[in-house]
């Protein structure tokens, strides 16, 4: 008995869609059970490059334009900066000062100040150091001093907060200064004391430990 053509292409599209079906939950056993065999903590699947940062030449072509622009004694008024910075501790604006007194233009010695790698924090603090050991000033005063040397208000609170300092020995070094002088009563020492930014506390302690 002869089958129908029409049945026999219904049957092998039938047969090709289930082989079809096969394939594909054959290959998503697969791939699960290639999952399954990963480590937990396995990158395998999604490899991710770190970018790495661009070097950029703003930095280098700003340095060099400030050099053009500074003139031929631009590495000169440099070097002299750096001098001073390691010898003396000056604050950026009494450094540029120098310079301009040393006869440097102003291109020259913004350039050498701007360039050069200080610490302008640390030198006020060894500038307060410098102050307290050689010429002992109270809270107050060495923090004018510092301002008057220019560090900036934030550089000048550092150094005064760092310092640990004694201020009432620093009361009565100078009390025993003016006392040594021979003209100073007791009671205009300690006037001078306060003047001089010292607390009540600190002038109190100076008189009451003066030599009789």
């Given at each position: 008995?002869s089958?129908p053509?029409?049945?026999i292409?219904l ?5 090709l869609?289930f082989v079809a079906?096969s ?9 699960e059970?290639a ?5 937990e903590d396995?990158n395998t699947s999604i490899v991710?490059h ?6 950029s ?6 340095v060099a334009a400030?050099?053009a622009?500074?003139?031929a004694g ?7 900066a750096v ?16 310079l301009?007194?040393q006869?440097f233009?102003?291109?020259q ?11 302008w924090q640390?030198n006020?603090l060894?500038?307060?150091?410098d102050?307290?050991t050689y010429a002992?000033?109270s ?11 220019e560090f900036?208000p ?6 005064v ?5 004694d ?5 009565l070094s100078?009390a025993l200064e003016?006392q040594?002088g ?6 205009g ?7 001089e930014g010292?607390?009540p506390?600190q002038?109190s302690?100076?008189?009451a430990?003066?030599?009789?």
């Open positions: 008995m089958v053509s029409q049945n292409v049957g092998g599209i039938v047969a869609s079906l394939l594909t939950a054959c290959s998503s056993v697969d791939q059970d999952a399954k065999a990963l480590p396995s991710m770190e970018q790495l940062p661009q070097t030449s703003q930095d280098t072509t700003s400030a050099a622009a500074a003139g631009a590495q000169e008024a440099l070097a002299i001098d001073y910075d390691e010898r003396s501790p000056l604050s950026k604006a009494g450094l540029y000062g120098q301009i007194y006869g233009t102003s291109n010695a913004q350039y050498a100040v701007d360039t050069m790698s200080a610490d640390g006020a060894r500038s307060a150091l102050h307290d002992p000033l809270e107050s005063g060495l923090y004018d001093q510092l301002i008057y040397e900036t934030e550089q000048t609170q550092y150094a907060d760092t310092i640990d300092a201020w009432d020995a620093n009361a100078i003016y040594s021979g003209q100073v009563s007791e009671s020492i300690y006037d001078q004391l306060i003047y010292f607390t506390e002038a302690y100076a008189i430990n003066l030599a009789g």
